[in-house]
């Protein structure tokens, strides 16, 4: 049998091994929680820039995972200096793995906004070359424990305990990730953090084996070296994002944000404040009057009197600004996923400039919560909105093509009054036309009539909107009833968002059902050759 550590032999003698047992055993925690976050950091940020969260969670797990398995296969072929190889592992997965998400957020600042092969071939070449080297490690971790310890474990107790101690520190930063690490210290930062742990590691057992290491000073100065320069990165996380953000925007960002749920940034240039979620733009507040109004006045206009709202999404409380133009209103009730959002559009001044105040409004009750969880679980509320406004993101993954689906619509018509209008913001009728009337065939799906119009935005172009009711169309009455003031619709105009070109004219589309969501793959390949 090999050498045993010196420590390992006095502790022997005097009764137990506990101690530099579990310094090895922590490790195995550490070393899983660092491979979970590179996992899901890479993940998140594929997400993050290329959309659809389920395609891209589901390839860059697998093939993290298919990683690990030719690391755990390729270490029966490390015989000799299993503790050197070990700690020169920890030092490569803590530098490669923790610098993934701050080289992934430069390269896709450096790349044209168009090029996404050359990007998805950055993201798994990282993802393949960390799953490799996590794999090398807890095969290696085994092996030195039983070589250490085997007089007091069976190859039984070795695996259970060393499973225990993985498996504990995956569910660890599985829970953190989302709520701790991305919130408080963003993707880049978590990165180099993990990094950081995983090189602390290769410095527990530089110091736990020190009298078995051959070239001990070089593996000291390696351990020195990899610590210092995340340290460094740690330390211009800020300016890195920042400098990678502003080249990929391309005008001075004046507020960012990683919130529990999305990317948040605002850009203010000389032509005005832009808001991105996730690298998409929301709104130019150039035009954002254009899409508001064409969004929020023709349902109000059309019902006449609303006095009770819903809005679903809007977090940037624009719509709400438009609803609040109408005096019969009484309450407005805004149901916004994130807080950040809220948050953001009623602190910020020149945000609270362009929403005209409206999240200070007495008028409004702030909800934070996913709408589509908050219909169901109110459901049996015997409370109905005369206008719902339903103002999301597109449907570009599958977080947000629920809220497109006929389950979200039933439940959006459970809570529509006899005579009420839904307004759903409908992506462009011109670049997107079979999503587009996707959503018109699954709001009929659901039960409610569709009419369907669309308007231009300069920022976005040709746009579209879908109105679902349990009756016609009031529109006499919607050309009748426009409040003053506006700045792009006028009655004369209303009958001409009303008219499909023969470009956009209607096409046949399935619904989009909760089970199969199919206006996300739709939605993808329709925009992923626009961007072509």
Request: aromatic content about 10%; glycine content about 8%; charged content about 15%.
């Amino acid at each position: 049998m090999s050498s045993t550590h010196p420590a390992a032999i006095d502790a022997a003698a005097s009764g137990g091994v506990r101690p530099a047992e579990l310094a090895l055993l922590a490790s195995v925690f550490v070393v899983a929680a660092c491979g979970l976050v590179y996992e899901l950091a890479a993940g998140a940020l594929a997400s993050y820039l290329l959309g659809d969260s389920v395609l891209q969670f589901s390839t860059v797990i697998g093939a993290y995972l298919f990683a690990m398995g030719i690391g755990s296969w390729l270490s029966k072929y490390v015989e000799r200096q299993l503790i050197a190889n070990f700690l020169r592992i920890e030092l490569l997965v803590g530098l490669i793995g923790g610098l993934m998400p701050a080289g992934l957020f430069v390269a896709h600042s450096l790349l044209p906004v168009a090029a996404t092969a050359p990007f998805r071939v950055l993201l798994y070449a990282l993802v393949l070359v960390v799953g490799v080297l996590v794999g090398l490690e807890i095969p290696l971790v085994m092996r030195i424990l039983k070589r250490q310890f085997a007089e007091r474990w069976a190859l039984k107790e070795l695996v259970s305990q060393v499973l225990t101690f993985d498996y504990l520190g995956a569910l660890a930063v599985s829970v953190a990730f989302p709520l701790l690490l991305v919130p408080h210290l963003g993707l880049v930062r978590t990165g180099l953090f993990f990094g950081l742990l995983n090189a602390a590691v290769a410095v527990w057992a530089l110091w736990l084996f020190r009298g078995e290491l051959r070239a001990w000073r070089s593996h000291a100065l390696a351990c020195a070296a990899v610590i210092g320069v995340l340290l460094l990165a740690f330390a211009l996380a800020d300016r890195l994002t920042t400098w990678s953000e502003d080249r990929f925007y391309g005008e001075p960002i004046v507020f960012s944000e990683t919130s529990a749920y999305q990317r948040v940034v605002v850009t203010a240039g000389a032509q005005g404040v832009k808001l991105y979620l996730n690298g998409n733009l929301q709104f130019h507040s150039r035009d954002e009057y254009r899409y508001h109004e064409s969004l929020v006045h023709p349902v109000m206009a059309a019902h006449g009197a609303p006095k009770r709202v819903l809005v679903l999404g809007g977090g940037d409380g624009m719509a709400v600004r438009e609803v609040l133009k109408h005096p019969s209103v009484e309450q407005v009730t805004l149901v916004e996923l994130d807080p950040a959002m809220t948050r953001l559009f009623a602190t910020e001044p020149r945000l609270v400039a362009l929403n005209g105040a409206a999240l200070a409004s007495p008028k409004l009750r702030i909800v934070n919560d996913d709408a589509f969880v908050w219909l169901d679980r109110t459901a049996a509320s015997d409370e109905t909105f005369d206008i719902v406004v339903a103002d999301f993101p597109d449907p570009s993954n599958h977080a947000i093509g629920k809220l497109y689906s006929t389950s979200f619509y039933e439940l959006l018509a459970s809570r529509l009054a006899a005579s009420g209008y839904a307004v759903i913001q409908t992506t462009s009728p011109l670049i997107a036309r079979k999503s587009f009337w996707t959503v018109v065939s699954t709001v009929e799906a659901a039960g409610l009539q569709a009419t369907p119009y669309h308007a231009h935005v300069p920022s976005f172009g040709e746009w579209g909107f879908v109105i679902a009711s349990r009756r016609p169309l009031a529109a006499a009455a919607m050309r009748e009833r426009l409040p003053a003031g506006l700045r792009f619709l006028a009655p004369a105009g209303l009958p001409a968002l009303f008219d499909f070109p023969a470009d956009m004219a209607r096409v046949e589309a399935e619904p989009n059902r909760l089970s199969t969501q199919e206006l996300v793959h739709t939605f993808e390949q329709e925009w992923g050759k626009a961007r072509e």
